[in-house]
């Protein structure tokens, strides 16, 4: 590895390791290195910023702390992959009919191709003529309708799913962000409340307009915490359930 230089301009105010903390977020966000890869060791970043290896452990103490990274000992570093998609049914409580527990399929009904309400644009800190990916989905159990979805993403960061045929939608749609578009979730900010089910909404779900659901709203972002996915997902709140522990 040879000598290089930061792969965008480093704020000269903050202290080296904690520019070199930033470049390599910048590196990771842009998929040099993809979720469980170990990243370059300790000497090889040292040569390749010409830094020395404590202040390069000293960025990668930061990134571990933050979440980004993770050491194994013995191993090496690697990126964390968290891993969102399962975490909406820590919500719902979802059972076959022999009262097995299950994870719902998915099925996309609609994708369009529109500028986002200035709520969703602000929220993926979008400009005002740019155009974004909405898709429709549910998410199904034995072929009834559980939860409804509206997801927005830029396009200009999504563009494979413009174009993909609908029934190539997987159920889990990180990991199809991370194949088709290089684009990794990192961290997200979930906010849960309960409104009455619209017409539309009630349909999807079978139950009465004006029904209590479960509005799980999340933004969710890249390793270097740019937003890039808005999501809303509603489900009848008799299947909802809220479980911490308390220590």
């Not at 230089?5 to 080296?16: G, N």
């Not at 060791?41 to 020395?52: D, W």
């Not at 155009?131 to 509206?150: D, P, Q």
Request: include cysteine; aromatic fraction near 8%; glycine fraction near 4%.
């Amino acid at each position: 590895m040879t000598t290089a230089s930061f792969a965008s301009r480093p704020d000269d105010r903050l202290p080296r390791y904690q520019q070199l903390r930033d470049d390599l977020v910048s590196r990771i966000a842009a998929g040099e290195w993809a979720p469980e890869e170990a990243i370059a060791t300790e000497a090889e970043l040292g040569q390749f910023y010409n830094v020395s290896t404590g202040t390069v452990r000293k960025a990668i103490d930061l990134l571990v702390s933050d979440g980004v990274l993770t050491r194994t000992q013995g191993k090496g570093t690697f990126v964390r992959r968290p891993r969102f998609d399962s975490s909406l049914f820590r919500f719902f409580r979802f059972v076959s009919r022999d009262g097995q527990p299950v994870l719902p399929t998915a099925r996309v009904l609609k994708r369009e191709i529109v500028k986002p309400n200035e709520e969703i644009r602000d929220a993926l800190r979008m400009k005002v003529s740019e155009k974004a990916i909405h898709l429709s989905r549910v998410r199904m159990i034995e072929r009834r309708t559980v939860l409804a979805e509206e997801i927005w993403l830029p396009r200009a960061r999504f563009e494979a799913l413009a174009t993909l045929p609908l029934d190539q939608f997987e159920d889990l749609l990180y990991p199809l962000y991370e194949r088709l578009c290089k684009q990794m979730v990192a961290s997200a900010t979930e906010i849960l409340r309960v409104e009455q089910a619209t017409a539309e909404t009630a349909t999807l779900l079978s139950i009465k307009t004006g029904s209590p659901v479960i509005l799980v709203h999340r933004v969710a972002s890249d390793f270097a915490g740019a937003p890039f996915e808005w999501r809303s997902t509603r489900g009848a709140a008799d299947t909802f359930q809220y479980q911490v522990d308390i220590r």
